[in-house]
């Protein structure tokens, strides 16, 4: 009859209707995931040397005046090797008598005082305060007593410039990605649509020299990367 006609129409116009939204569906979930990666050479621009100092006496006043001879040659040594010190700070002073340990009789300690301070060398020349480091045998030579305890006692070399990278650097993250998904695109024999969803990835600042051993702290010459990962829609 008209009613069962006019019923079985709407039930095929309905089909054809949800059929056809779901091929509009399938379609846009068809989509390519890439990642783009740009890198950039850096140099550090700041250098952070501590310098540990040892005193020891049995005499306090003589091994508070060893220290400050030690503080002195420092000095000395970091202008001969062209290193500003104006920005050389002293830091964590620290006396120990050995006679005032409980636990130990002082027939246990050859020298009861023992003092300790570190000379923090800041420098916005870090060529320099690498090629100093290379020399500072002739510090032990000349009589100063270093100690590496709390770190290795090397300078640490610090990239500053990083947010002044940022924006170039995410640009060619994402035309890498771009070119990425353009060839995917060809070879699936589709169109490269819009993006949809993008992840900007973390920076990293790395050694340039990546071997076992080698931190990036340690290095003047570093290398910033981003992995930038970006999602196009594809279409046919």
């Known amino acids: 009859t008209v009613r069962a006609l006019i019923i079985a129409v709407g039930i095929a116009i309905a ?6 939204g779901f091929a509009q569906s399938r379609e846009a979930d068809r989509y ?3 990642k783009g990666v740009a890198e950039r050479d850096v140099q ?8 540990r100092i040892v005193a020891a006496d049995n005499d306090l006043s003589a091994a508070q005046a060893k220290l400050q001879t030690s503080v002195q040659k420092i000095m000395q040594f970091l202008a001969a ?3 500003d010190t104006s920005l050389a700070t002293l830091m964590n002073f620290e006396v120990s008598d050995a006679f005032a340990n409980q636990y130990g009789g002082a027939e246990r300690a050859p020298t009861r005082y023992v003092i300790r301070q570190t000379v923090v060398v800041r420098s916005t020349n870090p060529a320099s305060v690498l090629a100093a480091s290379q020399h500072v045998g002739e510090l032990v030579s000349s009589g100063v007593v270093l100690s590496s305890g709390g770190g290795g006692g090397g ?4 990239f500053t410039g990083l947010n002044k990278l940022k924006p170039s650097m995410i640009a060619d993250a994402t035309a890498r990605a771009r070119e990425a998904a353009q060839q995917f695109a060809a070879d699936s024999r589709s169109e490269l649509g819009a ?3 993008a992840n900007q990835g973390v920076f990293e600042i790395l050694p340039r020299d990546q071997a076992e051993g080698i931190s990036e702290e340690s290095q003047v010459a570093k290398t910033v990367r ?8 594809l279409r046919n």
């Not at 550090?44 to 310098?51: K, S, V, Y």
Request: hydrophobic share 50%.
């Open 15 to 20: 089909g054809f209707l949800i059929g056809h």
């Open 195 to 197: 993006i949809r969803q």
């Open 44 to 51: 550090a621009d700041l250098a952070i040397w501590p310098l």
């Open 155 to 158: 300078p640490t070399f610090v």
């Open 32 to 34: 390519v995931t890439v």
């Open 226 to 233: 981003v992995v930038s990962t970006v999602d196009y829609s």
């Open 81 to 83: 090797q062209k290193v």
